[in-house]
């Protein structure tokens, strides 16, 4: 069964830090991952997805993520923190054409920006 | 372009009652996926619809329904209220079935008394 763990609760990050939030998954084949944010009292935005390809994607408000098949990685990078970012964020997994949109998230890790 | 629409945001009901949420989907959008999000069990997925069918079920039990209708607009129903019902239910429509790609509604907060 696939499933995705994000190891961190809870990061703070100063203003104009890097970040890396961590996420592993587990799924037998070629997984499909994604990374998608949420802020307080909203619904969730996908940031950026993973399909096959190049594993260095690139995604919106300056996010990027590596897939590293070897360990089961697909964590999320940012080089400059802005305030704007603290939220919390989602790591995903699927979906298999089988189950159509049906994705399985991680816990998900929340983001603290201090200044 | 409008996006994912979800009525009502907010509502308060007692144990036993039963509920009805509704989620328009952004225009053009066939594919209507439902979410629960918990404090405890995080977001699982409920069910999702495409072309009125239901495609997929999540581990849910019988009292959780929903069906989607010609114009794409979906609606879930919670019969039997319990107390674990308190959650916020997400919608998320797609363009495409196995894309993965969704665009989330704000969601509807559920508070069962």
């Known amino acids: 069964a696939q499933s995705v763990t994000q190891p961190d609760i809870h990061i703070t990050v100063s203003e104009g830090a890097s970040l890396e939030l961590r996420c592993n998954y587990s799924?037998?084949?070629?997984?499909?991952l994604f990374w998608y944010v949420q802020s307080p009292g909203q619904g969730l935005q996908l940031l950026l997805k993973?399909?096959?390809?190049?594993?260095l994607v690139q995604g919106i408000k300056g996010f990027e993520a590596e897939f590293k098949r070897s360990q089961s990685s697909f964590n999320l990078r940012k080089p400059s923190v802005h305030w704007s970012d603290a939220a919390e964020y989602f790591c995903?997994?699927?979906?298999?054409?089988?189950?159509?949109?049906?994705?399985?998230f991680g816990a998900g890790t929340i983001l603290r920006v201090k200044s | 372009k409008a996006g994912v629409t979800q009525t009502p945001r907010y509502l308060i009901k007692t144990r036993g009652q039963q509920v009805t949420l509704s989620c328009s989907p952004i225009?053009?959008?066939?594919?209507v996926s439902w979410y629960q999000q918990t404090p405890g069990q995080g977001l699982q997925f409920l069910f999702e619809y495409f072309s009125e069918t239901q495609r997929n079920k999540g581990n849910f039990p019988g009292r959780f329904s929903g069906r989607q209708f010609s114009n794409s607009r979906s609606e879930m129903n919670v019969s039997t209220l319990e107390l674990g019902d308190s959650a916020l239910y997400l919608c998320?429509?797609?363009?495409?079935?196995?894309?993965?790609?969704?665009?989330f509604g704000e969601g509807s907060r559920l508070t069962v008394l």
């Open positions: 225009s053009g959008h066939r594919s």
């Open positions: 998320a429509s797609s363009l495409l079935r196995g894309s993965g790609e969704l665009f």
């Open positions: 993973y399909f096959s390809g190049d594993t």
């Open positions: 799924y037998g084949a070629t997984p499909y």
């Open positions: 995903a997994v699927g979906p298999d054409m089988e189950y159509g949109n049906k994705l399985v």
